[in-house]
């Protein structure tokens, strides 16, 4: 199989004032095109980190990071912000949608950002709310839309420039268990028929066993696979 991410002795440290806080500790990780890796541990275990730095939303304190054979670190910031919006989808817990903005608008954010013609992405915005089942919301604002629907057209955001890999930070923390199973069940859709590799954390067993392989993380170093 082919990698697209590897991870090879990755450090994260903090500095509160005097004190060193070290997060992750010699992480070294292998994910192949088209997994979808769950990532478990307790709170302050360091996952969301891990998270971020894989994303380039932060920087290693030592260590390497690879995405399709690329450092991270040797990139240029204009080079890692392409990077993020080409190759990289993000979905949180949160969902970050801009309220003034319906659906589509949302949706078609990193398009805007890349610079595209929108009106080339026509076919594709309409395929995209299709897959998360938002056809029929598409000029709704956020306000008008449920917790689950709003974190469904994050997922359609995340997905909208063909990105190869998701990152999901605790993506159905906010909602109820009826409402996660059906989201959970929507990225394990998108994951076997769209061959998205899916990196998500989650402190929740039932989430995680929507993946095809746990990461378990604690104390800042992965502990069991």
Do not use: W
Not at 97 to 108: G, W
Not at 172 to 201: A, H, W, Y
């Amino acid at each position: 199989m082919e990698n697209i991410i590897e991870v090879d002795n990755l450090y994260k440290t903090y500095k509160m004032g005097e004190v060193k806080v070290e997060v992750l500790k010699d992480i070294n990780l292998k994910v192949d095109k088209g997994e979808f890796i769950s990532i478990m541990g307790p709170s302050g275990s360091g996952k969301s980190t891990m998270l971020y730095l894989l994303g380039g939303l932060d920087k290693p304190t030592q260590g390497s990071i690879k995405i399709n054979g690329k450092e991270l670190s040797v990139m240029k910031d204009k080079h890692q912000s392409i990077m993020r919006r080409r190759d990289v989808g993000f979905v949180f817990q949160f969902y970050n949608l801009i309220p003034n903005l319906n659906v589509e608008e949302n949706v078609m954010l990193p398009i805007l950002l890349d610079g595209k013609k929108m009106k080339s992405y026509k076919n594709k915005l309409k395929e995209t709310l299709e897959i998360v089942g938002l056809s029929n919301r598409s000029h709704h604002t956020p306000r008008e839309l449920s917790g689950g629907q709003q974190q469904r057209v994050a997922i359609a955001r995340a997905l909208i420039n063909e990105p190869e890999i998701i990152l999901a930070d605790e993506p159905i923390g906010n909602l109820d268990s009826k409402t996660g199973t059906d989201i959970m069940k929507l990225f394990q859709n998108i994951n076997k028929e769209k061959n998205k590799t899916i990196i998500q954390v989650t402190h929740s067993e039932d989430s995680a066993e929507y993946g095809t392989k746990i990461i378990r993380v604690k104390d800042g170093k992965v502990c069991r696979r």
